[in-house]
């Protein structure tokens, strides 16, 4: 008999919320009842910015959660940034390809060269001390990695290279030498060396590598040479049940998530502004709300703004449950995509959200890359360029009137990216790494 037992190692678990817990979280809940056997690997105490216990009733009460202690040096770094910033900052606020503060020149620098690949290595070491027993004990031969942080492909290689009969799939939700974020952390030509390096072992030594997009499979192939499987992000169906669709008193566009240098909506911004100068019924009508984390310089270029701070609303983080609530009444999601060299890839976790939604979806990127691919072959929105205000104008007038009109919003194909299908396809996955 097979042997269906899986150890899954993941820096972020419930109650960490946000998009990057979503996906092994969902990949539990639906392993368990096709007969699978995971364990989760997860620090006790780990920092993260955006916390959601309502996620914790997805977490099967059979899988057994080890919470295994780190160190990360993430305290001290936000106690000296209250003693050299004016205002103590967030996460999005030292994502920045601008000008920026001494202190976040410094801290980018610290960040990207003496912590490589990121600041959570120091999880490494003991973690496989530990876990080389745990899996012995437990007749365990299969590991799963997910990152980033990409330090956690570290402890798989460390178990592979101990253990070379352990089955090793190693998970990659962004990419790594090649990821933009690295681009804000003034990397030494040695320290982007040492990222190449550790990235082709990984992708070398792992039994089966997976990623969430179609370019990111076409760069990890080009970096690995070896063939990498696609799975993406999605949604689960049955977050979806019983959410209320309600007739809006105003034309509702949401946006979720994070909102930095790298996802800047203000092209969107300006499309708005011109719409409530030419068309003052419009600014009437409409109201904007960001859910989630939002950079200083963003908000305050709305609050500024006489037209934008009259229709933009802005709300922290809410719990997951709630955040689904809130599609119900929405009449247009926007997406803002990364603008990097990277942004044919991007299919943020919150995109298929958006798709499972029903309500049409404007995004803002480019017009040849994964996310327009499966608008068109879904019809479930648009995707313009950064630079195309004009066009952007034209897709939130004719979403705009569509609401007036009452005309419903009809897209196809999206069970395709539920997350009960795409365990099924993990699981064919790790039914391809024979027993040894």
Same mark, same amino acid.
């Given at each position: ?45 780990? $920092? ?101 942080? =990409? ?22 939700? /962004?990419?790594? $030498? ?16 040492? =990222? ?63 909102? /930095? ?16 100068? $030419? ?36 709300? /922290?983080?809410?719990? =997951? ?35 499972? $939604? ?79």
């Amino acid at each position: 008999m097979s042997n269906k037992k899986v150890l899954i190692i993941t820096y972020y678990w419930p109650p960490s919320g946000g998009s990057g817990v979503q996906r092994w979280l969902k990949f539990v809940k639906y392993l368990v009842p096709s007969g699978w056997e995971p364990y989760v690997f997860t620090p006790e105490n780990p $920092s993260f910015t955006i916390e959601d216990k309502s996620l914790l009733k997805d977490v099967p009460a059979s899988v057994e959660v080890i919470h295994f202690p780190i160190w990360e040096p993430y305290q001290l770094f936000f106690k000296l940034s209250s003693l050299f910033e004016k205002k103590n900052p967030q996460q999005v606020d030292f994502i920045s390809t601008g000008k920026k503060s001494l202190f976040q020149s410094l801290s980018a620098w610290v960040r990207g060269n003496f912590f490589i690949p990121d600041a959570r290595v120091f999880w490494v070491k003991p973690s496989v001390i530990y876990l080389e027993d745990f899996i012995s004990r437990n007749d365990i031969n299969k590991i799963i990695t997910t990152g980033p942080p =990409h330090s956690v492909h570290l402890i798989g290689l460390r178990l592979k290279k101990k253990n070379p009969a352990l089955h090793w799939i190693a998970d990659f939700r /962004d990419p790594w $030498s090649e990821w933009d974020l690295l681009d804000t952390l003034s990397l030494t030509t040695l320290a982007r060396m040492k =990222h190449q390096k550790l990235e082709r072992e990984v992708l070398t030594r792992a039994d089966r590598v997976i990623t969430i997009a179609p370019y990111h499979v076409n760069r990890f192939e080009v970096l690995s040479g070896r063939t990498v499987d696609l799975i993406t992000n999605g949604f689960d169906e049955e977050d979806f049940e019983g959410i209320e669709n309600k007739q809006t008193e105003k034309f509702t566009i949401h946006h979720v998530g994070i909102v /930095d240098e790298l996802r800047d909506p203000r092209p969107v911004m300006e499309a708005l502004k011109q719409l409530s100068v $030419s068309t003052p019924e419009f600014q009437q009508q409409v109201t904007v709300e960001f859910i989630g984390k939002v950079n200083a310089a963003f908000k305050n270029y709305v609050i500024e703004d006489e037209q934008l701070s009259s229709i933009v609303r802005f709300q /922290d983080n809410i719990p =997951h449950a709630q955040l689904l609530a809130g599609y119900g009444s929405t009449d247009l999601q926007l997406l803002v995509l990364a603008h990097t060299q990277l942004a044919p890839g991007n299919l943020p976790g919150k995109f298929f959200e958006y798709l499972a $939604s029903g309500k049409p979806i404007l995004g803002i990127g480019p017009v040849e890359g994964d996310a327009a691919d499966i608008l068109k072959k879904t019809n479930a929105g648009v995707i313009r360029e950064r630079g195309d205000v004009e066009g952007i104008k034209l897709e939130l007038l004719r979403y705009y009137q569509s609401w007036k009109n009452g005309t419903p919003h009809k897209s196809s194909g999206i069970k395709l990216y539920s997350r009960r299908n795409l365990t099924l396809e993990l699981i064919r996955i790790m039914e391809g790494l024979s027993d040894r």
